[in-house]
């Protein structure tokens, strides 16, 4: 490995759209493991090396370990030249996600069971045959992710997680759990992964999984039903642009999923000292978040009455294994279902936070936030009049309540209980949703801030016009 490789990436981190860890700076880089990926490249005259790095911080905070697969070549074909990372000793290093050989033979060690030294190379078992030879296409996900995903040959989803925390990720142990008690209906199917140790802990660096390549994800979907909607300038029933009937049937796929994950793992019943310690982790939340978004201030005051009213009403609230960061762009339209993806939870999250046994209503508030970013998103697009159409402002509204109803009327036929029958617990979660966007936003897409805040806001004028029922907040 070149010597001066941990300095090029101490560069090169900043730039990935994955690090986690933006504006911080970087103290220094050490490679903690480097892991040869398949000796059979080196015929090809490449060498893929799986490299986890530990990034220390000049702030003297925690430090961070991210996976880098790395190729290594001495003549770069042209097809991987925006993939470079620096030339170092007569050799190219690069982004190995970018390379189809390094990627399907990760594929292929998966489907053959490989063991490279600390890395365990394994296909779910049942899951059906992998490819285990043949001339793989590759091409990036291209979408706007927190991971790195490839798609081979159309068929397989081959995700590397960047930020590495030790433990089995939610995302291959939730969907396993689900297959369990025959409730892995609404997710993909895990087919393999890449498992190894991490400071003497197990640790998943990929995961394959079928690509559903036949679907429409949930944020384009109601995106273009808002659109349709504003096109024909009626009252959503009657136009093009009503997304109630795929919110409802969304709302049964949430519900069907939770109730896998209950099966599967468990529920518990959350007690009074559970709840305060709860609410205490949303004051804790706003107050971090005020730090940096001084707009949020003037609605701190509103959002304690409802977090102290939570406090001294709410008695129990069961609580279980839950997605963590559900929103429409974590759900895939098939010709006949909805699925759900990314079970990761939330991207900053800690993995204890990640195992942590929640309220199902907190993914509830996930997708009911997500109908309101995707009613307002036109009103922050480029180009868009600072002051916008109050009528358009009304058919957004509409849109998103109706689909929010809709959502909690499916969500309801199939678990038996409407998330709107429990109001003060479902608005705090909305609001600490809405906090956490606030600060989600203005790390990665400042442009995007103004509509968390924008609900912050509507949710602190709801709490101070002292409207009891949760519907009010939508
Ligand atoms: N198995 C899959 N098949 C097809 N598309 C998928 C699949 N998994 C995820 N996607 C799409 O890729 C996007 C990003 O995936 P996600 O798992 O959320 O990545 P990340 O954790 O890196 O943010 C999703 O929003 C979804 O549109
Ligand atoms: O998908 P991730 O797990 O990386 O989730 C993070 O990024 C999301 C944006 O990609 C962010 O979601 C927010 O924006 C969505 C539209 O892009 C919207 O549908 C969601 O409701 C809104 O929260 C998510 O919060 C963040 O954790």
């Known amino acids: 490995m070149p010597a001066r490789l941990p300095l090029v990436l101490a560069a090169w981190l900043p730039r990935q759209r994955w690090f986690a860890a933006k504006g911080r700076v970087i103290d220094e880089v050490a490679v903690e493991q480097h892991i040869p990926l398949d000796d059979r490249l080196a015929e090809g005259g490449c060498l ?3 490299l986890t790095l530990r990034v220390a911080f000049a702030d003297g905070g925690p430090a961070e370990l991210y996976q880098v697969p790395i190729g290594l070549r001495s003549a770069l074909p042209p097809a991987l030249e925006p993939a470079v990372i620096a030339a170092l000793d007569g050799l190219v290093c690069y982004d190995a996600l970018a390379d189809p050989e390094i990627t399907a033979a990760v594929l292929h060690g998966i489907a053959t069971g490989r063991t490279l030294g600390d890395l365990r190379l394994r296909a779910e078992p049942g899951a059906g045959r992998l490819p285990a030879s043949g001339t793989r296409v590759s091409r990036p996900l291209g979408v706007e992710q927190s991971n790195s995903s490839v798609v081979l040959d159309e068929r397989y989803l081959l995700k590397f997680f960047r930020r590495l925390q030790p433990g089995v990720n939610q995302e291959l142990e939730l ?14 199917a895990i087919l393999g992964s890449a498992e190894g140790t991490l400071d003497g802990r197990p640790v998943t660096y990929a995961v394959v999984q079928h690509y559903v390549a036949n679907a429409a994800d949930g944020w384009s979907m109601a995106l273009g039903s808002v ?3 504003l096109a024909g300038g009626q009252v959503p029933d009657q136009a093009g642009g009503d997304f109630a009937s795929e919110a409802r ?3 049964h796929t949430v519900a069907e999923v939770h109730d896998g994950l209950a099966r599967a793992r468990g529920t518990r019943v959350l007690g009074r000292e559970g709840i305060v310690a709860v609410v205490g982790e949303m004051r804790a939340r ?3 978040a005020r730090r940096h978004i001084s707009a ?3 609605h701190a005051g509103s959002l304690d009455v409802l977090f102290t009213a939570v406090e001294s009403a709410v008695d129990e609230v069961t609580i279980q294994r839950v997605h963590g960061d559900l929103h429409l762009g974590q759900v895939l339209r098939t010709p006949t279902d909805w699925l759900l993806v990314d079970f990761e939870g939330e991207p900053a999250a800690t993995q204890d936070e990640r195992l942590r046994m929640r309220s199902p209503l907190r993914d509830v508030a996930g997708m009911l936030r997500s109908f309101d970013y995707a009613a307002h998103h036109q ?3 480029p180009g868009h009049p600072a002051v916008p159409d109050p009528a358009a402002v009304r058919l957004a509204d509409e849109w998103s309540r109706r689909s929010q109803a809709a959502f909690c009327e499916g969500y309801a036929e199939r678990s038996g209980a409407d998330p709107r029958d429990q109001p003060l617990l479902l608005r705090a979660l909305l609001a600490d949703k809405a906090v956490y966007e606030a600060v989600y936003e203005s790390r990665w897409r400042p442009h995007w801030a103004s509509l968390p805040v924008a609900a912050v806001r509507r949710y602190a004028r709801e709490i101070a016009s002292g409207s009891p029922r949760a519907h009010d907040f939508f």
């Open 249 to 251: 049937r969304l709302g």
């Open 175 to 188: 969907p396993r759990a689900l297959l369990e008690v025959g409730g892995a209906g609404h997710v993909p």
């Open 48 to 50: 893929g090396l799986l």
């Open 227 to 229: 659109r349709d909607l």
């Open 286 to 288: 706003l107050e971090q």
């Open 296 to 298: 949020l201030d003037r």
């Open 379 to 381: 009103f922050i697009e």
